[in-house]
C-alpha cells in the first residue's frame, strides 16, 4: 500500500524552527517529483516547495524563500522541509505530495488542478504563535 505520513509538526513561536518529515512506504521518492503544501484557515492550499526526481530543480513560493529548505534523504524515503524563522502567516496544515517525474517543480507546485494526480499525505499541524 502506497502511503505517506508527515510528522514534526507542532507550535513554535515566531522566528523559531521546525523540521518536518515525511515518510513514504509502499514506494520509493527516487522516482517521483514531491514536494510541500499547506492550507491556512479559510485559505485554499498553497505549494510551498517542490523538488525534482534528480534533485536539480526545485521550486519555492515567494512567501518562504530564503526560509524554508526541501530535502530527501539519500534512500529516496523520506523527504523534509525545515522551516526557518517561522512567522505567524506560516500556520496551517502541512501536507507532503508526491507526483509522476514528469511533472515539473512548477506544475506541481502551482497548478491546483494536478493534485487529484498526486499521493498525499494525511497532514500535520504547524501553529506559530507566540
Known amino acids: 500500500q502506497y502511503q505517506l505520513a508527515e510528522s514534526g509538526g507542532g507550535l513554535m513561536q515566531p522566528g523559531g524552527s521546525l523540521r518536518l518529515s515525511c515518510a513514504a512506504s509502499?514506494?520509493?521518492?527516487?522516482?517521483?517529483?514531491f514536494g510541500w503544501f499547506r492550507q491556512a484557515p479559510g485559505k485554499e492550499r498553497e505549494g510551498v516547495s517542490c523538488l525534482s526526481m534528480n534533485g536539480r530543480n526545485t521550486f519555492y513560493g515567494d512567501s518562504v524563500k530564503g526560509r524554508f529548505t526541501i530535502s530527501r534523504d539519500a534512500a529516496g524515503v523520506t523527504m523534509y522541509l525545515q522551516m526557518n524563522s517561522l512567522a505567524v502567516e506560516d500556520t496551517g496544515i502541512y501536507y507532503c505530495a508526491a507526483a509522476h517525474p514528469a511533472t515539473s517543480v512548477q506544475q506541481m507546485c502551482t497548478e491546483s488542478r494536478r493534485g487529484g494526480d498526486f499521493r498525499w499525505g494525511q497532514g500535520t499541524q504547524v501553529t506559530v504563535s507566540s
Open positions: 509502499g514506494f520509493t521518492l527516487d522516482y517521483h517529483t
